[in-house]
Every structure is written in C-alpha cells, then in structure tokens.
C-alpha cells in the first residue's frame, strides 16, 4: 500500500471499535487503525502553550478569560475534562486493551504477521503516549532526583477499578523504553501508512527519549538505526510533498519526512496560528536565503504567526516523529560526543535542503564541540517549532546547566519562569487530583 495514499484511506474508514467487543485480529487492528482516537489531535499542547517560540499582543491578552491568562503567564490553574490528560489516555486504554484479548486468540502461521503488528503497535503507542505525558506533566529528566520525582500514571490494564498512583519520572522513562524496545521485535520496518506504528518509528522515538535524558550515546545510535530505514528530506525549493512555500498551506500531509504522524490537540489553544506571533528574535535568526522563512511564516500585523505544520493545516500542529528531528538528534549527539565533523554534515544536509538554491550555499563550521553543539541546538529550535518539542528541550538544557529563564509581559508587569523551576511539571487536571493524586 502506498504510504500517502494509504494513511487517507484509514482516516476515512469508520472504526467498528466502538460497538463491538473486539474478538479477532482484525477487530484489534481496526481499534488501532482508528486515526481519531489513535493520533489525530491527541499529543499533549500545554507545554507548547508554555514556551517561548510565540507571545501574545496586550489586546490578545486583555479580551482572555482569567484561566488563558494564568495559562500565559505561568500561573496554576483548576481545569477539567478535556484536556491533554484524558486526551492522550485514550490511546493508552486501546493500547491495553489490545495487549490483554491479543493473547486469547492464538497466533498461527496465517495470522502471524497481523499478530505481531498489533501487539508491537500497542506497545509503541503506549510507550509513545507516556513519553508526551510524562514530558508534560513530570519534571525534566535528573539522574540525581529523578527516582523521587514524580511522573505520571503508568496505567497497564484496562481495569478502571484499578487504583491510578503516579510513579516517578525514571519508572514512567524506563517503562516508555522497555515497551518500545519490546515493540522493534515485532514491527514492520515501514507501515502501511505513517499512522501506524514502525520499527523507524520506535527508532526514532527512543532516540527523543534518549536525547531528552542525556543519554547522547543512545540517542545516535537509535536515530542512526532509523536513518538507516527512512532518511528522506523534502527540498524546500521544489519538491512533490510541497504546494508551495508561499502558500497559507505549504505542505502536503503524510509528507516524506513523516515517520509517524500525529497532531498536538486543541487544549488551551493560546498559541494558535492565529493569537500567536513569533518571537522576533527567532524569525529574524533565519536567513533571508533560508527558504523556511516564507514556508513557515506569513505575515500577521506588523509581526509573524506560524504556517509550517506538517499537518497541512493552517490550524493543526504536527506533532509526530519526522527524519528532519531525527537528523537533528544525530547531529546533537555526535556534536556531544565530540563527532564534530559528523554532526556537521547531518546539519548541513538538512540546512541545504532549505537553502534557496540559485544562492550558493555556505555549509556551518564550528570551532570544538561547545560551538558545534550551539549551532546544531539553535538550528533545532529554527526547524522544529510548533511541534511540543521547545518545551522538553528547555526543560533539559537547564538541567544541564544552560539557565534558560523565559519571559512574557501583560499590562506593563515582567513575568518570569526560572530554570528548573517546580511549573516545568506542569499542573494536572483538577477532577484528576480530586481522584487522589499528588498536585505538582
């Protein structure tokens, strides 16, 4: 099945999964094939809400309810039902569900392969899930404390009667790796379209993880496993998953650096394409050669607002797993490791393949790795904004010591968020913490 073709199909094909007790394979992958529920406008949001690649204008502010502004500015908040918490846990019930009626029906020589597939993609899509809501709602990964820190709820039943307890950040980090480590045995390299799970897909998920922690070592070589699968890049200056840079909607969705796909949801919605305006200072660190400057902006006013998502939306972010960040992971981890010359290369490969090409390209040096690593993390955030990744990257740089302190003013008043601050845990649903859970 073609990838592109194929993911269109399972978006417009009705889930069965709702009305009947899944029973068979089939009822099983349908259940997982359901992209509303699996991956459309599911992955967590707060944390874009909360980083610094947008600000509002004072008029936006003012005509905000109070919880949008205490939203904006740092400030916990009673909210309820939806939100990203019940959002991204409904994949995760599937996903249990799936891995408790899969092993009641016995795996033979005709089903073997379907077997497989769906035990690995529920893994992948639990792993994955916790991953977003632990980046979310858990403080930043600290070999020193992370064993007392506390993460989120690692549901593994589909039992409601079950007690929910919030484990710590190392137990919820461990687990999202041991299910997708699990979930590589058991996957096709390429699925049948970039909504499904994948053996890339694991690859590269464990190497955002691996980045996130730290762990450098691991995070190249996860991203060198999945480049090995799909490395494909679009080229800003002509291409067939391209509309056109200048449009509203410059990409095509399930484009061909899409290894995974799904979309942040709607939560707060403050940094909406259309109340969020760039930081000035990021538009202006692109190059006026940097065709990303027209496919990822347009005009808004007398500033920017954002266009970029590979959603092919004006209004929907991509939040998925793509080769331009796992080229990026690379790069990072190979800039860490001192691989100075080969994190350069993967930087240049992709900066070249957004670079308008009837100007000369001028490939990025770097003097050690304290450089090399400056400018592969500046090209990071110029690639991958809008897509919840900023959030974990602040919350890991301070931990490493960059002493990032974000800023956003309203009615003349400065309001700061400080590195390593206790809000990088951001606060869970109030109808959660009535359940009895522990309030960040």
């Known amino acids: 099945m073609n990838i592109l073709s194929g993911c269109d ?98 795996r033979d020589d005709l089903n073997s392969k379907q077997w497989d597939n769906i035990k690995g993609s529920a893994l992948f899509f639990r792993s994955y899930y916790f991953y977003c809501l632990t980046t979310t709602f858990g403080l930043a990964y600290n070999p020193a404390t992370s064993e007392r820190d506390l993460g989120i709820v690692l549901r593994l039943s589909s039992d409601f009667n079950i007690k929910s307890e919030r484990a710590t950040v190392k137990k919820c980090l461990d687990k999202v790796i041991s299910d997708a480590e699990e979930s590589l045995l058991l996957l096709p390299n390429v699925g049948e379209n970039t909504l ?70 709607f939560g707060f919605s403050i940094h909406s394409t259309s109340r969020g305006k760039i930081d000035t200072l990021l538009y202006n660190s692109y190059s006026a050669d940097d065709l990303r400057k027209k496919a990822f902006f347009r005009p808004n006013g007398q500033y920017q607002q954002f266009k970029g998502s590979y959603a092919s939306s004006s209004t929907t972010f991509f939040s998925g797993l793509a080769t331009d960040e796992t080229i990026l992971n690379r790069a990072e981890a190979n800039a860490y490791l001192g691989n100075i010359e080969a994190a350069l290369t993967d930087l240049n490969l992709l900066r070249k393949k957004r670079w308008k090409n009837s100007v000369p390209f001028i490939p990025t040096t770097a003097i050690g790795k304290v450089d090399a690593l400056s400018k592969v993390r500046e090209e990071r955030r110029k690639e991958l904004l809008m897509r919840n990744i900023r959030w974990a990257d602040i919350k890991r740089y301070n931990v490493e010591g960059a002493g990032i302190t974000l800023k956003r003013a309203l009615n003349g008043v400065i309001y700061s968020l400080e590195p390593n601050s206790k809000f990088y845990a951001l606060p869970l649903p109030t109808d959660i913490i009535e359940q009895g859970l522990q309030q960040n």
């Open 9 to 106: 199909k399972y978006l417009e094909k009705k889930s069965d999964a709702k009305l009947i007790v899944p029973k068979t394979v089939d009822d099983l992958q349908g259940m997982l094939d359901d992209g509303a529920t699996m991956n459309l406008m599911r992955t967590p949001s707060y944390g874009e809400s909360e980083a610094d690649d947008f600000f509002l204008l004072p008029t936006t502010l003012n005509g905000f309810n109070q919880t949008l502004r205490d939203v904006y500015l740092w400030k916990s908040i009673d909210y309820r039902f939806g939100n990203d918490w019940s959002d991204a846990y409904l994949p995760v019930y599937n996903s249990n569900l799936c891995l408790e009626i899969l092993p009641t029906i016995p």
């Open 196 to 265: 499904r799970p994948s053996r890339a897909a694991a690859f590269a998920l464990l190497s955002r993880v691996k980045l996130y922690m730290g762990d450098y070592a691991a995070a190249f070589k996860y991203a060198d496993e999945c480049l090995k699968i799909k490395s494909s890049l679009i080229d800003y200056n002509s291409d067939t998953d391209l509309l056109g840079i200048d449009l509203n909607v410059p990409f095509k969705r399930f484009n061909k650096e899409t290894i995974f796909y799904t979309e942040l949801n």
